[in-house]
């Protein structure tokens, strides 16, 4: 073979080689191109500013080393971030948490309660053992395998209730080591504490006689005013707190009550317009919570079936005051049952007594509530705490003079 035809053969493969060579090499540039955007496709799917954990999961630090563990379910939201090829942790936001992006999926927008921002820390502070938990409504939600030092927010018997995550969770006493004072707050607390009543709600062109009916305007005013100067309105958990010192709450605190439940629903938009919390005293045999459902509004009882004078004697005769327990009992429990196990109860009437209080007891009712124009201090006797009635001429002087 003639040197030339060789030294073109050669070069021929040469070429060969290297165009294989490159050929080869996009190819598998392609790939991996191809490769980090599935990947990158895959944990943006994961990714949303509100997330659910999908089983029982890490809790990581920002040197993304185990802390803790989150439970199944447990919703969180994130922080925005960049996502990339190489994310490997979604940062749970406003702290210096972490989550796999593999362990949690997209879920609708919700709302977290953190009402608990109005509460005023106690000037002492808890530190958990290095194992310990968190609950919420009696489930456990996390797991920690940290200590953790912080201030208490409510005080229970066998627990303390505190800030993590932006939540509010408690932990057992048993859990941790010690408490200590620390000076968490200037801020003034109340020692007292008005509770207003209202019974029913006319809009524009209805007509109510009675001297309990408000016309959406009196609403309107006397909800804006608390909107306006920041009152925290309270529930009926948060008022047995407060009557026992178990917490703190601000000047401007405030437990708004609607009794019976007719035209109550018709509160509904003013209480979310204006932010206002408040509780319903719901006489259950006369209408199902079914027809009040809002996040403004606490459902508690009014009995199921005993707002019916004559009953007993002296004023209008409530049947709280004299009739068999057993027959008392089973109302109770009938209207706990159909809500939720509510511990909260308004006397109908307004009408009590021993015996009355008694059965509330026995019934597993926490708190009580009457009339008396008076508002509720620390220390009184909570099957009957005090309410203000508001009438249809409460000019909105008197009524700041009531709440003030």
């Not at 971030?81 to 406003?94: A, G, L, P, S, V």
């Not at 209805?206 to 306006?228: D, P, R, T």
């Not at 018709?266 to 199902?288: C, G, M, Q, R």
């Amino acid at each position: 073979m003639k040197k030339k035809t060789k030294v073109l053969i050669i070069f021929i493969i040469i070429i060969g080689i290297l165009v294989s060579f490159f050929v080869i090499k996009k190819i598998q540039n392609n790939n991996i191109l191809l490769s980090n955007k599935n990947r990158l496709k895959e944990i943006k799917s994961h990714y949303n500013n509100y997330v659910k954990v999908i089983k029982e999961t890490n809790l990581y630090n920002n040197k993304y080393k185990k802390i803790g563990t989150i439970s199944k379910n447990k919703k969180l939201i994130l922080k925005k971030q960049k996502i990339t090829k190489d994310t490997k942790y979604f940062n749970i936001d406003n702290t210096n948490y972490y989550v796999s992006y593999k362990d949690v999926k997209k879920t609708k927008k919700f709302n977290i309660d953190n009402r608990y921002k109005s509460y005023i820390p106690f000037n002492e502070n808890v530190i958990t053992h290095k194992n310990f938990k968190l609950y919420q409504d009696d489930k456990e939600v996390y797991k920690m395998n940290i200590s953790i030092d912080t201030p208490i927010l409510v005080k229970e018997d066998n627990r303390y209730y505190i800030e993590f995550n932006n939540e509010l969770y408690y932990i057992f006493k048993e859990d941790t080591t010690k408490t200590y004072n620390k000076n968490n707050t200037n801020l003034k607390e109340t020692n007292e504490i008005p509770v207003t009543t209202y019974h029913f709600i006319y809009l524009e062109g209805e007509v109510c006689g009675e001297v309990i009916c408000h016309h959406e305007n009196q609403i309107k005013e006397e909800f804006n005013y608390l909107k306006e100067n920041k009152y925290f309105t309270i529930n009926t958990k948060e008022m047995e707190w407060f009557i026992d010192k178990k917490i703190k709450l601000p000047e401007k605190t405030i437990l708004v009550t609607i009794d019976d439940g007719a035209r109550a629903e018709k509160f509904i938009p003013f209480l979310e317009k204006y932010k206002i919390n408040a509780t319903l005293f719901l006489v259950t045999s006369w209408y199902s919570k079914d027809k009040f459902k809002s996040p403004y509004l606490e459902i508690a009882s009014h009995s199921d079936n005993l707002h019916e004078g004559g009953k007993c004697p002296g004023d209008q005769g409530s049947p709280l005051k004299c009739v068999d327990k057993n027959i008392l009992l089973k109302d109770l429990k009938t209207s706990r049952e159909k809500l939720d196990n509510t511990e909260a109860f308004c006397y109908p009437f307004f009408e009590f007594n021993d015996y009355s209080e008694s059965v509330l007891k026995e019934a597993g009712f926490k708190s009580a509530y009457i009339g008396t124009m008076k508002k509720a201090k620390q220390g009184i006797n909570k099957y009957r705490i005090p309410r203000i009635t508001i009438f249809n001429d409460t000019s909105l002087d008197d009524y700041i003079k009531h709440i003030k």
